[in-house]
C-alpha cells in the first residue's frame, strides 16, 4: 500500500510532473546564457560606476534566480 492511496488528493501526476520539470530546466539553460550576456557586458569595463554596479546586480539576480529554480520543490 502506497501513501497516495492513503491519503486522499496526494496523487502525484507524472505526465504534469515531467512537463514542468522539463519547463524549469529550460528556464534554467536561458538564465545561463543571459548571464553569460551579461558577463560579456561586464567585460566591456563601462566607465560609469552606477551602470557597473547594475550590471553586477543583475548578475547577482540572474543567478539567484537560477539558485531558487534548482531547490527542490517542498512539499507541503
Request: aromatic share 2%; net charge neutral; with cysteine.
Amino acid at each position: 500500500m502506497t501513501v497516495e492511496s492513503i491519503v486522499p488528493h496526494r496523487r502525484r501526476q507524472p505526465d504534469a510532473d515531467r512537463a514542468e520539470l522539463s519547463k524549469i530546466e529550460m528556464a534554467i539553460r536561458q538564465l545561463e546564457r543571459a548571464e553569460l550576456y551579461v558577463l560579456s557586458a561586464i567585460d566591456l569595463e563601462l566607465a560609469d560606476w552606477e551602470h557597473r554596479r547594475a550590471l553586477h546586480d543583475l548578475r547577482c539576480e540572474v543567478l539567484a534566480v537560477c539558485d531558487l529554480l534548482r531547490q527542490p520543490k517542498r512539499i507541503r
